[in-house]
């Protein structure tokens, strides 16, 4: 096992680093540790960076990015946080549970910014949000509450929807609660919840197969990790070959990869706002001084060309009431 970690952190250092030239070496770096792809980001590791410019960081004038990328998969995160710790970065962004979780164990002294987080002190990462008290800190979500919002949404357009598939990655803390939430919200207005699992690319494929079977009217994705991330645009395109109405529990890179429609906090403010803790623990502060802070503002995306595709009619209150139309 260890050998099979070595291998994997050496091939994790060739594939992923780019040599630093001798004055970038006394640079500070910042690593951020993606569940997702490269090409999987959307605009959210540009927000990012674009937040640190606005703050006086240039990549590669007077700090560097070490960016790693699990491709979606879990065991690859160990190994990815390892090579960071002993590239010595300054602090390190995690995206998600599981990139927190996997840092935390690898580092009690590396500052660690969440940026995709639900409850962060019942998952032991902080005390509490008022006062983290070790080396976390950052942004955390309520995916979890807004889940039952964006059923609310898809009842809008189907009035009788009667069965909802929710698909979750049982690995993330967070899977659990979500589906609680959605079943406490949709039993009472009759509703059958359906729960489908995902924790790799292939169980995602299968999912799809199952849904075939199985029928639901409706499809609620969580967003509280990274593997549906990494495969939002494939997520979205077996929903429409499946003629499935599909919902992200967050907006706009979700639903313009295809899906339907989407309620949440806006990634890519969120992750602007993580450039502003990488700074303040850049120019000196500790995390355990840094408050943790939830989002205050919600966003609706509704795409309109997934609509007309599965021949559904957007309701005009519901278009009025949206932050973002795709035509």
């Known amino acids: 096992m260890m050998n099979r970690r070595r291998l994997l952190l050496t091939m994790s250092a060739i594939v992923l680093s780019v040599p630093l030239a001798p004055e970038a070496q006394s640079m500070p770096r910042v690593g951020i540790l993606w569940m997702s792809t490269r090409s999987g980001l959307g605009e959210r590791h540009g927000a990012f960076v674009q937040g640190l410019r606005d703050l006086g960081w240039v990549d590669g004038q007077n700090f ?125 207005i009759g509703i059958r919840v359906m729960p489908f699992e995902a924790q790799s690319l292939k169980e995602l494929e299968n999912v799809f197969r199952e849904t075939t079977r199985r029928k639901p009217d409706g499809l609620l994705v969580s967003t509280t990790e990274g593997l549906f991330f990494a495969h939002q645009r494939l997520i979205a395109d077996l929903a429409q070959r499946n003629r499935l109405p599909l919902v992200f529990a967050a907006p706009a890179d979700y639903v313009k990869a295809g899906a339907l429609l989407g309620y949440g906090s806006s990634s890519v403010t969120m992750f602007r706002e993580a450039a502003r803790y990488v700074d303040r623990i850049l120019r000196g502060a500790k995390p355990a001084d840094l408050p943790v802070e939830r989002p205050t503002t919600f966003e609706l995306v509704i795409n309109l060309k997934t609509a007309k595709a599965l021949g559904l009619t957007i309701p005009r209150s519901l278009l009025l009431r949206a932050d973002q139309v795709i035509e």
């Open 64 to 188: 560097v990015i070490e960016a790693r990328f699990a491709e979606g998969q879990l065991d690859r995160l160990t190994d990815l946080a390892i090579d960071l710790a002993a590239r010595q970065v300054a602090v390190v962004v995690a995206p998600s549970a599981q990139a927190v979780s996997v840092m935390k164990r690898i580092t009690a002294t590396i500052p660690i910014v969440m940026a995709n987080v639900h409850d962060p002190v019942g998952l032991g990462f902080v005390k509490s949000l008022a006062q983290p008290g070790g080396n976390v800190t950052g942004l955390a979500t309520l995916t979890v509450e807004i889940g039952g919002k964006n059923l609310e949404l898809l009842r809008e357009v189907l009035p009788r929807l009667s069965s909802l598939g929710v698909l979750v990655n049982p690995s993330n803390p967070a899977a659990r609660p979500f589906l609680n939430e959605i079943e406490r919200i949709a039993r009472p």
